[in-house]
């Protein structure tokens, strides 16, 4: 059940990994409401224990084989939130480190074992459990019928999304681009053993779990996971690892799991044939598949499963530790409104780069140069940026924006946070749809454009007081009016944002414990109100101010730069490069 | 209007009255001040002091009655033509009550440069006359930063500067010690101080009445808009009732050894240096 990159379009990845993202975040906020308990320390061994799980192989009729995924009985224990993350850890790590599931198929595993199978799990055993007493044998065949209910409908999930690839993509031939089987062959053919072997296995898995805990933890069975320790647990799982070796029942790979090297071998294609009622595999490997199952090589393999074990299960807690960490976050934050945080993170990312005195202090390379050069420079370069129709060129200009900036000392991760991150998130809410329109390529080319444009702002900004740039503008015959206006809207930014942050800490100084949801939203309503007033007022004052010295409805501004040859040189550099990037681009 | 004005006077305004919206901000007030003195403007928060300097700035102009400057009447249209109003502008300077209002340029030498260069004058010109105004108002050092990123007492200097360095005949100040620490209320103080003579005439708004026999030759006290009272501080700040009627001052209650509850009014006349 652990899809491979290659078998889903990109299109149908992003969707998956779309429709996963908002339980991820509610899965965090939720442990965070945990995190005094036992929850973080148990997220870890069901993460783990769902790892192990998975490399216990059992043979499946027609020669594949299936594994059960512990989901029936994390979702028991820690509910379905946290049990959502356990899953997911479990799973990412093995596409990443282990190959086992692909990159881009993240999202698609995730949700169809961790959020599918984590919900149908929870939502079973509490219809049928809800009010036995923890030692009642009710809940044992409770948690037998969820776990097979939840890895069932996990496969169904699975088989769905495979079966529908070949009626969306198809080369111009006709034939798949991606997974080859329709529906009609994937449900049956991933349902026959998960029905059977592997449904049995998670039912075993489920029930046993629980008769077991009902004797050693029974407090873990309460909800509240408060006051167990985990001791126990880790002592079976380590004694699961060891046992892998054994585990290995069976050879061959799950139905669905094929390689490309797969499709092309006689016995394994007839081994898959027989596994999917006689239907032949094209005979080609399909060129979406082929193309994308080379996108990441895992640097691990199952191969000593021992070790691979216990590699996995030390990642596993590392993960862990990091999911505890963003948890962490979220809570100390959440004291701050969305608005609150928001204003006070862009308070301080635009101010520092507003500030003068920072960029005078530290001299990089790009600090000497002479302004207006740099911006007619990067301005041209941006051009070449948006009109190239190659992305290795594109990608040149990037790298050679990112020497630029190091040379400058702008560190990586002021980059990214300030400029990578934000840029990446607002084109991949545009790029999201691009990919399902026309393609990745298009998005590769927008999100590529885009960094890169914003790559050479951000050098400009982040080498050159902001008064420098604006001055440049001007001398570079930018209409006055358009550079007043960029600068004063600029400057009442900082002015305004400040008011709000004001206000907002006024207001919350005056009311006591938490705000709810909709209060706060009335709150930032009326503070918005207030604020859009305040800045009439302000614009209308500054008016007045101007025209008190003066100001007749023109701009002036005193540009007071000298290039040298230097500068010239470098004017020149921008521009043979610019041109460069024209001439191969288009 | 027009016709009873002196040369003596460098503004006279009669039976002004000016509203924003619907609140009434000077309500027939009349004065007249004359050349070459300090005079400070007395009252209480939402007195009208502010207002009535925007309107000697010709920033808003009355609804009714009249103002005149040097005995040209400052009227709307008048500000029409360029050469009376860059006249007019560079004769007669506004620092206003708050300097995020005054200060929109992106560097501290712009935000000092902009009054000459949009008053016409030469390069070379402007260049000397901001350093040396920099220099005096102790902020050279300051003049590549930006303006908002100052500390309140650095910013009020640099909005001061701005309108300094035009060097202007009538400086109108709006409470301009508002927010500084002693040393350079005093510092600030003693410069605008110096400034007047030559002719010079300079305004300031203050409630703080132990500061008016330092800044000013004579005073009037504004109240719900109108002219309370004038005359030289000395006078002004004996009229306990005046100042009191005026929210100028406040009973001081205290309580004696004895234990005696003791009321007078607060008028502190006094400076402490
Ligand atoms: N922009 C405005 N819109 C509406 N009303 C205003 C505005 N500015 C001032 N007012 C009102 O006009 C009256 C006079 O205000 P003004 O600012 O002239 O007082 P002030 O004497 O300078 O007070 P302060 O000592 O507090 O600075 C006040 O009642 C005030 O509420
Ligand atoms: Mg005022």
């Known amino acids: 059940m652990h899809i491979p990159d290659g078998y889903l379009s990109p299109a149908t990845c992003a969707t998956l990994y779309t429709g996963v993202v908002p339980f991820w975040w509610g899965a965090l906020r939720r442990v965070r409401r945990g995190l005094h308990t036992q929850m973080v320390p148990l997220l870890s061994v069901f993460a783990a224990f769902s790892f192990i799980i998975m490399m216990f192989n059992l043979p499946l009729p027609g020669g594949t084989t299936g594994h059960a995924v512990g989901v029936g009985i994390a979702a028991i224990v820690l509910g379905p939130w946290a049990s959502i993350l356990a899953i997911s850890v479990a799973l990412m790590i093995q596409a990443i480190f282990f190959g086992d599931g692909g990159i881009t198929a993240i999202g698609a595993n995730c949700f169809n074992m961790g959020v599918i199978g984590s919900l149908v799990a929870y939502t079973t055993y509490e219809l049928i459990s809800r009010d036995a007493p923890v030692e009642s044998p009710r809940r044992v065949w409770a948690a037998g019928l969820a776990g097979y209910l939840a890895i069932n409908f996990s496969a169904l999930a699975a088989a769905i999304e495979l079966g529908i690839q070949p009626q969306l993509y198809r080369d111009a031939t006709g034939a798949a681009l991606y997974a080859p089987y329709p529906l009609s062959i994937a449900i049956p053919a991933m349902m026959a053993g998960h029905l059977t072997v592997a449904g049995i296995a998670e039912t075993v898995v489920s029930a046993g779990v629980v008769a077991y805990l009902q004797k050693s933890q029974p407090s873990l069975l309460r909800g509240a996971a408060g006051g167990a320790t985990t001791k126990p647990l880790w002592l079976v799982l380590m004694i699961l690892a060891i046992l892998t070796p054994f585990g290995v029942l069976a050879m061959g790979s799950a139905w669905g799991e094929w390689s490309a090297g797969d499709f092309l071998h006689p016995e394994t294609r007839r081994q898959i044939a027989a596994a999917s009622g006689g239907n032949e595999l094209p005979a080609q490997v399909p060129a979406g598949l082929q193309r994308l199952a080379r996108l990441w090589t895992a640097p691990l393999r199952y191969s000593s499963q021992v070790p691979a074990a216990i590699v996995g299960m030390v990642l596993i807690i590392g993960a862990c530790w990091c999911i505890v960490l963003l948890a962490r976050r979220i809570r100390v934050r959440r004291n701050m409104s969305f608005v609150e945080r928001t204003l006070t993170s862009l308070m301080r990312a635009s101010e520092y780069a507003a500030s003068a005195e920072h960029v005078t202090e530290s001299r990089g390379l790009f600090q000497k140069i002479d302004p207006r050069v740099k911006v007619a420079g990067l301005l041209l370069l941006i051009v070449a940026v948006a009109a190239a129709r190659e992305l290795r060129v594109i990608g040149g200009i990037f790298l050679f924006a990112l020497a630029m900036a190091l040379l400058s000392g702008i560190s990586l991760r002021k980059l990214a946070a300030w400029v990578w991150m934000p840029v990446l998130l607002f084109t991949g809410l545009i790029a999201a749809p691009a990919i399902l329109v026309t393609g990745p390529r298009s998005a590769a080319f927008l999100v590529g454009r885009a960094e890169t444009a914003a790559t050479l702002v951000g050098l400009l900004v982040l080498t050159t007081p902001w008064a420098w740039v604006l001055k440049s503008l001007r001398s570079l015959r930018c209409p006055a009016v358009f550079v007043a206006i960029l600068g004063m809207t600029y400057r009442y930014i900082f002015e305004i944002m400040r008011t709000a942050l004001d206000m907002l800490e006024a207001r919350r100084s005056r009311t006591v414990g938490t705000l709810t949801p909709l209060e706060s939203r009335r709150l930032a309503a009326s503070t918005v109100g207030v604020l859009l007033n305040k800045s009439f007022q302000l614009s209308g004052d500054v008016h007045l101010a101007m025209q008190s010295r003066g100001f007749r409805g023109e701009i002036h501004v005193l540009s007071e730069f000298r290039a040298r040859t230097v500068d010239w040189c470098w004017l020149g550099l921008f521009v043979a490069l610019a041109g460069g990037a024209l001439w191969w681009g288009s | ?273």
């Open chain 2, 1 to 273: 209007m027009v016709g009873i004005v002196s040369q003596a006077f460098v503004f006279e305004v009669r039976n002004v009255t000016y509203r924003y919206e619907s609140v009434a901000a000077l309500d027939g007030i009349s004065l007249s001040i004359e050349r070459g003195k300090r005079i400070a403007l007395l009252g209480a928060n939402g007195s009208g002091k502010s207002t009535l300097l925007r309107l000697l700035n010709a920033l808003h102009f009355p609804e009714s009655g009249g103002i005149a400057f040097n005995g040209q009447p400052l009227a709307r249209d008048a500000f029409d033509q360029d050469a009376f109003a860059f006249a007019f502008r560079s004769r007669v300077g506004l620092v206003f009550q708050s300097p995020e209002v005054q200060l929109f340029n992106p560097t501290v030498f712009d935000e000092v440069a902009f009054a000459p260069l949009h008053l016409g004058w030469p390069r070379t010109r402007i260049e000397a006359a901001v350093a040396e105004i920099l220099g005096k108002m102790e902020i050279a050092h300051l003049r590549d930063r930006p303006p908002h990123r100052l500390s309140g007492g650095e910013k009020k200097r640099v909005a001061l500067a701005s309108v300094l360095v035009m060097n202007p005949e009538v400086l109108l100040l709006d409470e301009p010690t508002a927010g500084l620490d002693p040393r350079s209320e005093s510092q600030i103080i003693d410069m605008l101080m110096s400034w007047g003579g030559d002719g010079r005439t300079v305004i300031t708004t203050t409630h703080d009445l132990g500061l008016v026999e330092d800044i000013a030759d004579y005073c009037f006290v504004l109240q719900a808009g109108k002219v309370a009272a004038e005359g030289l501080p000395g006078e002004v700040l004996r009229d306990v009732a005046l100042l009191e009627r005026a929210n100028l001052i406040h009973a001081h209650r205290h309580r004696h050894a004895s234990g005696v509850i003791h009321s007078h009014p607060h008028t502190h006349p006094h400076r402490h240096d």
